[in-house]
């Protein structure tokens, strides 16, 4: 074979190898790093509305938050309904949660929104119109819903079965139905003791951050459903703080709440078809933000 086909031979074969590592062979390989960057999370914005019956301002605020509501769905907008002054569907924890938030500035007075904690306040309407205050809601939610959260909140509802307590089985010894009256019996007729069973929420907490967090704590409500506007998820029971102590990136924190509203479910509750919400949330104690809430299924 001559010089110049071998040289011409030479020249194909090696752009054909460069055709097949993307003209690339004589350049250095880079490979992709394993870097582990913070984890990010959506943030779920939960928005306390305080209210109170008679408020005649109420009602738009109400009608507007509801929809909007129903329109992000919760699992990205939280919407409570927390009642105030003795209005008949008020409890000690709303009046308290209230005079907290209330206490920076003094400034009391519904309706009063507060969307994730004090991040923002919004207080009585923006304007007459409805449609006004609903633009004007929507845009604040939604400029919450762009921050990323830095915790990750997870939580769940296990059945809990505690024996019923002392004194309430003396009293239904005492019954006129008796022992029977206060026990059952099982499948073979042997009588066994009434349990009552309850709902508690365990959940964990987990800095998805890249710097410390501190004066977290944890939190939690109930709210019932009414069939009236105002009354869409109004909060009968606000769980205590759980402090959370100083928080690392990556580090968990774990949780655990037992409501003094029963939260069983439907059929174990007399037949009755009442709607319990759950909200759990992470609030800073000192700035009173919420930096991420869950509902809870």
């Known amino acids: 074979m001559k010089m110049k086909e071998k040289i011409s031979i030479l020249i194909s074969l090696i752009i054909f190898l460069l055709t097949l590592s993307g003209n690339n062979i004589l350049s250095p390989r880079v490979f992709a790093q394993n870097t582990d960057s913070p984890k990010t999370v959506s943030r779920t914005v939960l928005l306390e509305l305080f209210v109170q019956e008679g408020c005649h301002t109420c009602p738009v605020a109400e009608f507007c938050l509801e929809d909007l509501a129903w329109e992000y769905g919760t699992s990205k907008f939280i919407l409570v309904q927390e009642h105030l002054w003795g209005d008949g569907y008020d409890t000690l924890e709303t009046n308290a949660r209230y005079n907290w938030y209330a206490a920076d500035d003094g400034k009391r007075g519904t309706p009063d929104v507060f969307i994730d904690g004090l991040t923002k306040r919004l207080q009585g309407l923006f304007c007459d119109c409805v449609d006004g205050n609903y633009e004007c809601y929507k845009d604040a939610i939604d400029e919450e819903l762009t921050r990323q959260s830095l915790v990750e909140l997870t939580a769940m509802k296990n059945p809990h079965s505690n ?15 008796g022992v029977e009256g206060a026990k059952g019996e099982d499948k073979e007729g042997e009588l066994i003791e009434e349990k009552v069973v309850n709902i508690i929420i365990e959940g964990t907490v987990k800095n998805i951050s890249d710097t410390p967090l501190k004066d977290l704590a944890v939190c939690g409500m109930v709210g019932k ?48 078809e009442e709607i319990l919400h759950l909200v759990i949330f992470v609030q800073n104690t000192e700035t009173k933000e919420i930096l991420q809430a869950l509902y809870i299924e």
Do not use: C, H, W
């Open 163 to 177: 024996p019923l307590p002392q004194g309430e089985r003396e009293k239904r010894e005492e019954s006129p139905q």
């Open 225 to 272: 459903e009414g069939d009236e506007s105002g009354l869409y998820n109004y909060i009968q029971d606000i769980f205590p703080f759980q402090d959370m102590p100083s928080f690392l990136p990556g580090a968990t924190f774990s949780f655990k709440f037992v409501p003094e509203i029963s939260l069983a479910p439907e059929s174990e509750i007399d037949g009755e």
